[in-house]
């Protein structure tokens, strides 16, 4: 079974400022997806990035950026130019390829990020 | 455009009692998926649905149960409740059983509480 591990169960960072976010993952499938999804007061889960393990690329969407490192099995996402309403839980999730059918996601245990104005 | 709705957002049970939460997922989806999150905890898989029927089941006893009606839309019941089931219940949806995207969209969840 694919499990997930974010070992950091708070962060802070200075407005303006970078921070990155650590994610390993265990699995013995080749291909997968990683996401990142942030879950603010509100409780909804937002999608942030996601990243295809066949791509070697690392995905980035604006401010968001990940480094994906697959032999070692690391997902870390860097948050640039940290602004106040990035404040939120961030999780780390994993999904088997879509031949396996259903779309579970298996996600850490999150990590609490705080911006400091 | 309609997001994933779920009700109620907040319910109170006691022990022993039994519960149905109800979901619909975003427009265009098809598939609904449910998950638990505990207080501090990341989402756990519960099941999901797709053409009416439970593809896929996480570790949870057969105290969860499931329906998906022919719009789409979901419920989750929990029978024989205990203080353990206290917990935010979230749907997701998306689109496709197979789909490649990979993106599900997700409620802002159920929150109960079990006394």
């Known amino acids: 079974a694919q499990t997930v591990t974010q070992s950091q169960p708070e962060m802070s960072v200075q407005e303006a400022e970078t921070v990155t976010l650590s994610c390993t993952y265990d699995t013995s499938e080749s291909d997968y997806y990683l996401f990142w999804y942030k879950q603010p007061p509100s409780r909804q889960m937002i999608l942030v990035i996601r990243q295809e393990a066949y791509k070697q690329q690392n995905a980035t969407e604006n401010r968001f950026s990940v480094n994906f490192q697959k032999a070692a099995k690391s997902f870390s996402l860097k948050i640039s130019d940290s602004q106040l309403g990035d404040a939120a839980m961030y999780f780390c999730a994993y999904r088997s390829p879509p031949t396996q059918g259903a779309q579970k996601l298996v996600f850490g245990q999150g990590t609490r990020l705080t911006i400091n104005p | 455009d309609a997001g994933v709705t779920q009700s109620p957002t907040h319910l109170i049970k006691t022990r022993g009692q039994q519960v149905t939460l109800r979901c619909s997922p975003k427009?265009?989806?098809?598939?609904v998926s449910w998950y638990q999150q505990a207080l501090g905890q990341g989402p756990q898989f519960i099941f999901q649905?797709?053409?009416?029927?439970?593809?896929q089941r996480g570790n949870f006893p057969d105290r969860f149960s499931g329906h998906q009606f022919p719009n789409y839309s979901s419920e989750l019941n929990v029978n024989a409740l205990l203080l353990g089931d206290s917990a935010l219940y979230l749907c997701a949806s998306s689109l496709g059983y197979r789909a490649n995207t990979g993106e599900l969209f997700f409620g802002e969840g159920s929150r109960l509480t079990v006394l």
């Open positions: 427009s265009g989806h098809d598939t």
């Open positions: 649905y797709y053409e009416e029927e439970e593809r």
